[in-house]
């Protein structure tokens, strides 16, 4: 920092100027020795005056140093996002840069941005209804505005540019515009929509400011691109329940040469027929959804709360060998692919974590399981007998190729046999290369048992009974 003396004009210009700053980005005149005025346009068209500054050092450090000392001595949190300089200050970053415009210092005309222009007011954010890039700014009153920050994505935190300073990410209360005298006026870019969509498969509307002349629109859902060129978009749900998702719209302006932005953040949940929390587990698959065809599965049933009176229903060409109330043994025919759906009737109690309520009643889904028979590791067949055992079970491999693990031993069809009884637990298990394993079932309770062999990827299945 230079040496000042009362005989330096130039050193009590600074003095003067620096001691104007404590009126908080007020001014309607350039504060940076050098700073010539310009004009820029908002989204609209309207004519803003503005101000193109130098980088000086001098104004740059000493408000970055103040800046420091009041966020030490207010104990405020916050980052830095980008470094000082004094180009731009509060408004200019927040209206102009951040939209992709100049870097200038805008002072009493950055109420033209906010007042009959492409944002409207709306009510003060909650936690419920916060959302990002919001525009907050700060007066005694709006015809005198001191301060304007940005929202982001996270609830209470903004980001703005501290006179000549920083642009920092902090709270809404810790910054030095805080004062509970001023008011806040709180505006956004339009997006009309649904924050909540709870019938899954249906498809929800949104739109935006159509009256900006000759803008071009892109819609993005969570980062990936949705919809085309125009100010609406539809959006489908075919998410999980529960799943929440980010739809932005970025509005270019050709008139100021800017890109406005329009957040919300949308609840993708279900209420249609579907209670979500359930699982279900396909014995022999090895993803729950990679079958073979002319081969017995057995789907286990976790339900989400209390249930009973469960149905199914399985793809065109299967057969249901039996079902019960949490598990049901199907066939898959000569294959094919579809869905497995499972119905009950369940009264749940509502989760506060839902973004919908659920729909508990009689005979409403709780599970849905995707099926295909195209398993490319369907080489093997399986048979046990005899069905039902008394004194033992003998289970035989064998291969469609005409091959069988008995003609390879040493070599690469070792599997691991594992009998299971109805409440899923081991009973026997071994790992063999030979065609046939018996089993000595004299140890066995009387009831449903299932015999699964993995070999490599591959995983097949056999109910059978013991009945001494």
């Not at 009689?362 to 195209?374: E, F, K, L, M």
Request: net charge neutral.
């Amino acid at each position: 920092m230079k040496a000042c003396f009362t005989t330096n004009r130039y050193c009590l210009s600074k003095i003067l100027i620096t001691s104007l700053l404590l009126i908080l980005c007020v001014q309607l005149r350039a504060q940076i020795p050098g700073g010539v005025g310009t004009t820029i346009y908002t989204p609209m068209g309207q004519a803003v005056f503005a101000v193109v500054n130098p980088e000086d050092d001098y104004y740059r450090d000493y408000v970055n140093t103040d800046n420091a000392n009041k966020i030490t001595a207010n104990n405020w949190w916050v980052q830095v996002e980008s470094g000082a300089t004094t180009k731009s200050q509060c408004h200019g970053w927040a209206w102009s840069q951040y939209n992709g415009g100049p870097a200038v210092e805008i002072n009493g005309d950055v109420r033209k941005y906010f007042i009959n222009d492409a944002v409207e007011e709306i009510a003060p954010l909650t936690q419920d209804t916060w959302e990002e890039g919001v525009m907050i700014v700060f007066g005694a009153n709006m015809s005198v505005p001191v301060h304007t920050a940005i929202t982001t994505s996270e609830y209470g935190i903004v980001r703005s540019k501290w006179w000549y300073g920083a642009v920092y990410r902090h709270t809404l209360e810790g910054h030095p515009w805080a004062n509970a005298v001023w008011q806040r006026g709180w505006y956004r870019v339009n997006m009309n929509g649904n924050k909540r969509v709870c019938a899954y498969g249906s498809t929800s509307n949104y739109s935006t400011t159509s009256s900006i002349p000759g803008a071009t629109y892109a819609w993005k859902l969570s980062g990936a691109a949705v919809g085309g060129n125009s100010s609406s978009v539809a959006v489908q749900h075919n998410f999980s329940p529960n799943t929440v998702k980010s739809l932005s719209v970025e509005i270019y302006c050709p008139l100021s040469g800017t890109t406005i932005k329009s957040f919300r953040r949308i609840c993708f949940g279900e209420n249609s027929g579907y209670v979500p929390g359930g699982s279900y587990y396909i014995m022999g698959s090895t993803d729950n959804m990679s079958l073979c065809p002319n081969t017995s599965y057995t789907l286990y049933v976790n339900p989400p709360c209390s249930a009973s009176g469960y149905t199914y229903t399985v793809p065109p060409g299967f057969t249901i060998n039996s079902a019960s109330d949490f598990s049901m043994s199907f066939n898959t025919g000569s294959g094919g692919s579809g869905s497995i759906e499972v119905r009950a009737n369940v009264w749940c109690s509502v989760n506060a974590n839902t973004c919908c309520v659920p729909a508990p009643g009689t005979n409403v889904a709780i599970a849905y399981a995707y099926v295909d028979t195209s398993n490319p590791y369907c080489g093997w067949s399986m048979t046990v007998s005899p069905n039902p055992a008394a004194d033992y079970i003998d289970i035989e491999t064998g291969s469609a190729e005409g091959h069988d693990a008995a003609r390879h031993e040493g070599g690469d069809e070792w599997y691991r046999l594992t009998v299971y009884n109805s409440q899923q637990v081991p009973v026997f298990t071994t790992k063999s290369n030979d065609r046939k394993v018996t089993i000595n079932t004299h140890p066995l309770q009387n009831g449903i048992y299932i015999a699964e062999i993995i070999r490599g990827k591959e995983r097949i299945s056999k109910r059978f009974a013991v009945n001494h």
